[in-house]
Protein backbone atom coordinates (compact mmCIF):
# COMPACT_ATOMS: atom_id res chain seq x y z
CA UNK A 1 0.00 0.00 0.00
CA UNK A 2 1.67 3.09 -0.78
CA UNK A 3 1.29 6.29 1.34
CA UNK A 4 2.58 9.49 2.30
CA UNK A 5 4.55 8.08 5.16
CA UNK A 6 8.00 9.52 5.45
CA UNK A 7 11.01 7.64 6.14
CA UNK A 8 12.35 10.50 8.76
CA UNK A 9 15.60 8.20 10.28
CA UNK A 10 16.72 8.85 6.89
CA UNK A 11 18.88 11.72 5.93
CA UNK A 12 17.24 14.61 4.21
CA UNK A 13 19.34 15.22 0.39
CA UNK A 14 21.83 18.25 0.30
CA UNK A 15 22.61 19.47 -2.82
CA UNK A 16 26.56 19.70 -3.10
CA UNK A 17 26.80 22.34 -4.37
CA UNK A 18 25.22 24.67 -1.89
CA UNK A 19 26.20 27.51 -0.08
CA UNK A 20 23.96 27.91 3.30
CA UNK A 21 26.07 27.66 6.04
CA UNK A 22 24.14 24.64 7.40
CA UNK A 23 24.08 22.77 4.38
CA UNK A 24 28.12 22.64 4.58
CA UNK A 25 27.98 21.55 7.93
CA UNK A 26 25.83 18.41 6.79
CA UNK A 27 27.94 17.82 3.93
CA UNK A 28 31.03 17.92 6.38
CA UNK A 29 29.71 15.12 8.79
CA UNK A 30 28.35 13.11 5.95
CA UNK A 31 31.83 12.78 4.52
CA UNK A 32 32.91 11.64 8.12
CA UNK A 33 29.89 8.75 8.19
CA UNK A 34 28.07 10.59 11.33
CA UNK A 35 25.14 9.31 12.33
CA UNK A 36 22.04 10.68 11.19
CA UNK A 37 20.87 11.34 14.59
CA UNK A 38 23.79 13.34 15.54
CA UNK A 39 23.78 15.53 12.66
CA UNK A 40 20.18 16.43 13.32
CA UNK A 41 21.61 17.13 16.99
CA UNK A 42 24.26 19.30 15.67
CA UNK A 43 22.75 21.38 13.25
CA UNK A 44 19.94 21.77 15.78
CA UNK A 45 21.93 23.08 18.71
CA UNK A 46 24.05 25.36 15.81
CA UNK A 47 21.04 26.81 14.62
CA UNK A 48 20.12 27.65 17.76
CA UNK A 49 23.29 29.21 19.23
CA UNK A 50 23.16 31.55 15.43
CA UNK A 51 19.42 32.74 16.56
CA UNK A 52 20.45 33.49 20.16
CA UNK A 53 23.33 35.72 18.77
CA UNK A 54 20.70 37.42 16.38
CA UNK A 55 21.84 35.51 13.09
CA UNK A 56 25.89 36.78 13.27
CA UNK A 57 27.97 34.30 11.15
CA UNK A 58 29.86 31.56 13.65
CA UNK A 59 32.92 32.95 11.91
CA UNK A 60 32.42 36.55 13.49
CA UNK A 61 31.65 34.68 16.92
CA UNK A 62 34.18 32.65 19.20
CA UNK A 63 34.89 31.55 22.43
CA UNK A 64 32.92 34.53 24.44
CA UNK A 65 29.46 33.96 22.55
CA UNK A 66 30.04 30.19 23.16
CA UNK A 67 30.51 30.55 27.16
CA UNK A 68 27.58 33.65 26.99
CA UNK A 69 25.02 30.93 25.22
CA UNK A 70 26.05 28.12 27.58
CA UNK A 71 25.73 30.26 30.65
CA UNK A 72 22.14 31.24 29.23
CA UNK A 73 21.33 27.35 29.03
CA UNK A 74 22.14 26.76 32.31
CA UNK A 75 21.05 30.07 33.62
CA UNK A 76 17.77 31.03 32.19
CA UNK A 77 16.65 28.27 30.22
CA UNK A 78 17.50 25.69 33.34
CA UNK A 79 18.55 22.79 31.23
CA UNK A 80 20.01 19.65 32.12
CA UNK A 81 23.52 19.20 32.56
CA UNK A 82 23.39 16.31 29.64
CA UNK A 83 21.58 18.95 27.49
CA UNK A 84 24.53 21.51 28.42
CA UNK A 85 26.96 18.87 27.55
CA UNK A 86 25.34 18.02 24.20
CA UNK A 87 25.55 21.73 23.37
CA UNK A 88 28.70 21.77 24.23
CA UNK A 89 29.88 19.11 21.89
CA UNK A 90 27.85 20.36 18.84
CA UNK A 91 29.68 24.16 19.13
CA UNK A 92 32.89 22.65 19.83
CA UNK A 93 32.60 20.12 16.60
CA UNK A 94 31.54 23.33 14.41
CA UNK A 95 34.22 25.56 15.76
CA UNK A 96 37.32 22.83 15.93
CA UNK A 97 36.32 20.18 13.50
CA UNK A 98 34.57 21.90 10.71
CA UNK A 99 35.55 25.76 10.95
CA UNK A 100 38.95 24.45 12.60
CA UNK A 101 39.60 27.01 15.10
CA UNK A 102 40.78 26.14 18.47
CA UNK A 103 38.22 28.14 21.04
CA UNK A 104 40.33 27.27 24.29
CA UNK A 105 39.37 26.39 28.05
CA UNK A 106 35.77 27.77 28.12
CA UNK A 107 34.91 29.07 31.51
CA UNK A 108 30.79 29.09 32.05
CA UNK A 109 28.06 28.26 34.78
CA UNK A 110 27.21 24.32 34.37
CA UNK A 111 24.15 23.28 34.36
CA UNK A 112 22.73 21.97 37.84
CA UNK A 113 20.75 18.92 37.44
CA UNK A 114 20.31 15.82 40.01
CA UNK A 115 21.47 12.43 38.98
CA UNK A 116 18.22 10.00 38.91
CA UNK A 117 18.13 6.40 39.44
CA UNK A 118 16.25 4.92 36.15
CA UNK A 119 13.11 3.74 36.54
CA UNK A 120 12.78 -0.26 36.75
CA UNK A 121 10.05 -3.05 36.26
CA UNK A 122 10.10 -5.88 38.41
CA UNK A 123 10.30 -9.11 36.79
CA UNK A 124 6.99 -10.06 37.49
CA UNK A 125 5.52 -5.98 36.38
CA UNK A 126 8.06 -6.48 32.93
CA UNK A 127 6.40 -10.00 32.20
CA UNK A 128 3.07 -8.09 32.57
CA UNK A 129 3.85 -5.30 30.10
CA UNK A 130 5.07 -7.93 27.46
CA UNK A 131 1.54 -10.54 28.20
CA UNK A 132 -0.40 -6.95 27.38
CA UNK A 133 0.78 -7.20 23.79
CA UNK A 134 0.74 -9.67 21.22
CA UNK A 135 2.11 -9.77 17.69
CA UNK A 136 5.17 -8.32 17.28
CA UNK A 137 4.84 -5.65 19.69
CA UNK A 138 5.36 -9.03 21.81
CA UNK A 139 8.23 -10.06 20.28
CA UNK A 140 9.93 -6.62 19.99
CA UNK A 141 9.08 -5.73 23.71
CA UNK A 142 10.62 -9.55 24.67
CA UNK A 143 14.07 -8.00 22.90
CA UNK A 144 13.89 -5.04 24.76
CA UNK A 145 13.96 -7.15 28.19
CA UNK A 146 15.34 -9.81 27.42
CA UNK A 147 18.30 -8.36 24.73
CA UNK A 148 18.39 -4.66 26.13
CA UNK A 149 17.86 -3.31 22.95
CA UNK A 150 17.02 0.94 22.48
CA UNK A 151 13.29 0.91 20.86
CA UNK A 152 15.41 2.25 17.39
CA UNK A 153 17.44 -0.58 17.90
CA UNK A 154 14.83 -2.93 17.74
CA UNK A 155 12.92 -1.09 14.69
CA UNK A 156 16.44 -1.26 12.62
CA UNK A 157 17.05 -5.67 13.02
CA UNK A 158 17.31 -7.17 9.33
CA UNK A 159 17.46 -10.29 8.74
CA UNK A 160 21.04 -11.06 9.12
CA UNK A 161 21.26 -9.31 12.56
CA UNK A 162 19.94 -13.26 14.02
CA UNK A 163 22.51 -15.33 14.93
CA UNK A 164 20.49 -18.12 16.22
CA UNK A 165 23.29 -20.53 15.83
CA UNK A 166 25.01 -18.63 18.25
CA UNK A 167 22.29 -17.74 19.89
CA UNK A 168 23.06 -13.91 19.88
CA UNK A 169 22.57 -10.87 17.89
CA UNK A 170 23.83 -8.12 16.27
CA UNK A 171 23.26 -4.61 17.05
CA UNK A 172 24.45 -2.62 13.91
CA UNK A 173 25.14 1.44 14.41
CA UNK A 174 24.00 1.54 17.51
CA UNK A 175 24.21 4.93 19.63
CA UNK A 176 27.36 6.70 19.22
CA UNK A 177 28.07 4.61 15.93
CA UNK A 178 29.24 1.30 17.78
CA UNK A 179 28.25 -2.13 16.82
CA UNK A 180 27.66 -4.75 19.93
CA UNK A 181 26.63 -8.40 20.33
CA UNK A 182 24.16 -9.36 22.71
CA UNK A 183 22.40 -12.52 23.92
CA UNK A 184 19.31 -13.66 22.20
CA UNK A 185 16.42 -14.46 24.38
CA UNK A 186 15.30 -18.41 23.95
CA UNK A 187 11.60 -17.24 24.63
CA UNK A 188 11.88 -15.11 21.15
CA UNK A 189 13.58 -17.54 18.60
CA UNK A 190 10.24 -19.21 17.59
CA UNK A 191 8.88 -15.59 17.07
CA UNK A 192 11.35 -14.86 15.30
CA UNK A 193 12.24 -17.19 12.99
CA UNK A 194 7.92 -16.87 12.39
CA UNK A 195 8.22 -13.14 11.69
CA UNK A 196 11.33 -13.60 9.46
CA UNK A 197 9.19 -16.18 7.09
CA UNK A 198 6.92 -13.14 7.27
CA UNK A 199 9.13 -10.38 6.57
CA UNK A 200 10.52 -12.67 3.33
CA UNK A 201 7.07 -13.43 2.38
CA UNK A 202 6.26 -9.77 1.94
CA UNK A 203 9.16 -8.77 0.57
CA UNK A 204 8.72 -11.15 -2.26
CA UNK A 205 5.35 -9.53 -2.81
CA UNK A 206 7.36 -5.96 -2.67
CA UNK A 207 9.53 -7.50 -5.66
CA UNK A 208 6.75 -8.48 -7.57
CA UNK A 209 5.38 -5.22 -7.26
CA UNK A 210 8.52 -3.20 -8.29
CA UNK A 211 9.36 -1.87 -4.39
CA UNK A 212 11.56 -4.43 -3.01
CA UNK A 213 14.98 -2.60 -2.78
CA UNK A 214 15.35 -1.56 1.34
CA UNK A 215 16.70 1.28 2.10
CA UNK A 216 21.30 0.82 2.68
CA UNK A 217 23.16 3.10 4.71
CA UNK A 218 26.67 4.63 4.13
CA UNK A 219 26.15 4.12 0.23
CA UNK A 220 25.87 0.57 0.55
CA UNK A 221 24.14 -0.09 -2.21
CA UNK A 222 26.89 1.17 -4.40
CA UNK A 223 29.04 -1.05 -2.81
CA UNK A 224 27.04 -3.88 -2.40
CA UNK A 225 24.18 -3.15 -5.43
CA UNK A 226 22.60 -6.43 -5.25
CA UNK A 227 22.28 -6.60 -1.33
CA UNK A 228 19.25 -3.84 -1.20
CA UNK A 229 16.90 -6.72 -2.23
CA UNK A 230 18.44 -9.50 -0.71
CA UNK A 231 16.32 -11.20 2.28
CA UNK A 232 19.30 -10.50 4.50
CA UNK A 233 19.16 -7.00 4.22
CA UNK A 234 15.54 -6.70 4.39
CA UNK A 235 13.99 -5.62 8.02
CA UNK A 236 12.75 -8.00 10.47
CA UNK A 237 9.94 -5.67 11.50
CA UNK A 238 9.05 -4.13 7.98
CA UNK A 239 6.07 -1.57 8.11
CA UNK A 240 2.77 -2.10 7.08
CA UNK A 241 2.78 1.13 4.23
CA UNK A 242 5.43 1.17 1.40
CA UNK A 243 7.27 4.70 1.77
CA UNK A 244 9.08 7.41 -0.67
CA UNK A 245 12.82 7.75 -0.45
CA UNK A 246 13.83 11.22 0.41
CA UNK A 247 17.29 10.86 -0.82
CA UNK A 248 15.85 9.42 -4.34
CA UNK A 249 12.45 10.96 -5.58
CA UNK A 250 10.18 8.40 -7.10
CA UNK A 251 11.76 5.48 -5.27
CA UNK A 252 9.52 3.75 -2.77
CA UNK A 253 10.60 1.06 -0.38
CA UNK A 254 9.36 -0.73 2.37
CA UNK A 255 10.99 0.78 5.75
CA UNK A 256 10.62 -0.31 8.88
CA UNK A 257 8.21 -0.27 11.50
CA UNK A 258 8.17 3.22 12.96
CA UNK A 259 9.32 3.17 16.57
CA UNK A 260 6.29 5.35 17.50
CA UNK A 261 3.69 2.58 17.05
CA UNK A 262 5.48 0.44 19.21
CA UNK A 263 6.72 3.51 22.08
CA UNK A 264 2.43 3.77 22.27
CA UNK A 265 1.68 -0.24 22.17
CA UNK A 266 3.80 -0.38 25.25
CA UNK A 267 2.49 2.96 26.73
CA UNK A 268 -1.00 1.08 26.45
CA UNK A 269 0.28 -1.89 27.89
CA UNK A 270 1.62 -0.51 31.10
CA UNK A 271 -1.41 1.34 31.62
CA UNK A 272 -3.49 -1.94 31.50
CA UNK A 273 -1.18 -3.99 33.35
CA UNK A 274 -1.95 -1.47 36.55
CA UNK A 275 1.51 0.07 36.60
CA UNK A 276 1.85 3.45 37.74
CA UNK A 277 5.21 4.24 37.49
CA UNK A 278 6.89 6.76 35.07
CA UNK A 279 7.62 4.06 32.62
CA UNK A 280 8.46 3.52 29.00
CA UNK A 281 10.26 1.24 26.27
CA UNK A 282 13.64 2.34 27.79
CA UNK A 283 12.25 1.18 31.19
CA UNK A 284 12.35 -2.51 29.36
CA UNK A 285 15.95 -1.74 29.11
CA UNK A 286 16.97 -0.61 32.11
CA UNK A 287 14.99 -3.45 33.68
CA UNK A 288 17.15 -6.09 31.53
CA UNK A 289 20.82 -4.62 33.04
CA UNK A 290 18.78 -4.51 36.41
CA UNK A 291 18.17 -8.07 36.05
CA UNK A 292 21.77 -8.84 35.00
CA UNK A 293 23.22 -7.27 38.13
CA UNK A 294 20.86 -8.91 40.27
CA UNK A 295 21.73 -12.40 38.73
CA UNK A 296 25.49 -11.55 39.82
CA UNK A 297 27.28 -10.87 36.35
CA UNK A 298 29.80 -7.67 36.29
CA UNK A 299 30.04 -4.58 34.94
CA UNK A 300 32.42 -4.94 32.41
CA UNK A 301 29.98 -7.66 31.06
CA UNK A 302 26.70 -5.68 31.66
CA UNK A 303 28.32 -2.73 30.02
CA UNK A 304 29.58 -4.56 26.78
CA UNK A 305 25.64 -6.11 25.93
CA UNK A 306 24.09 -2.37 26.66
CA UNK A 307 26.64 -0.63 24.32
CA UNK A 308 27.86 1.71 26.99
CA UNK A 309 31.11 3.39 26.16
CA UNK A 310 31.49 4.45 29.78
CA UNK A 311 31.36 2.34 32.65
CA UNK A 312 29.94 5.16 34.54
CA UNK A 313 26.96 5.00 32.49
CA UNK A 314 26.87 1.22 33.78
CA UNK A 315 27.22 1.60 37.00
CA UNK A 316 24.10 3.63 37.78
CA UNK A 317 21.79 0.40 38.21
CA UNK A 318 24.37 -0.27 41.13
CA UNK A 319 21.50 1.96 42.65
CA UNK A 320 18.28 0.53 42.39
CA UNK A 321 19.53 -2.84 43.91
CA UNK A 322 18.38 -4.22 47.04
CA UNK A 323 22.40 -5.16 48.20
CA UNK A 324 25.39 -4.61 49.77
CA UNK A 325 24.87 -1.79 52.09
CA UNK A 326 21.57 -0.81 50.75
CA UNK A 327 19.97 -4.27 51.71
CA UNK A 328 19.08 -2.83 55.10
CA UNK A 329 15.60 -4.15 56.86
CA UNK A 330 13.31 -2.34 58.46
CA UNK A 331 13.04 -2.24 62.19
CA UNK A 332 9.00 -2.52 61.50
CA UNK A 333 9.55 -5.66 59.38
CA UNK A 334 11.38 -7.15 62.09
CA UNK A 335 10.34 -10.30 63.99
CA UNK A 336 10.93 -10.62 67.61
Known amino acids: MFTNQIMDDV ?9 RFLDQIRLFMRSRNMAWATEKTYVSWIRRYILFHDKRHPKD ?18 VSPG ?72 CYLRVKDIDFGMNELVV ?23 QIEKARLLHEQDVIDGCGEVWMPYALSRKYPKAAS ?17 QQRG ?11 LQKAVKRAIAQAGI ?20 GYDLR ?12 TTEIYTHVLNKGGRGVRSPVDRVV
Open 11 to 19: PVPVSPASE
Open 61 to 78: MGAAEIETYLAYLANQRG
Open 83 to 154: TQAVALNALVFLYKRFMQREVGQLQYPPARGKRRVPVVFSHAEAMAVIEHLDGVYWLMSTLMYGAGLRVMEC
Open 172 to 194: RDGKGGRDRRTILPVQSVDGLKK
Open 230 to 246: DLAWQFIFPSQSIAEDP
Open 251 to 261: VFRRHHIHPRS
Open 276 to 295: HKHANCHTLRHSFATRLLES
Open 301 to 312: TIQELLGHSDIA
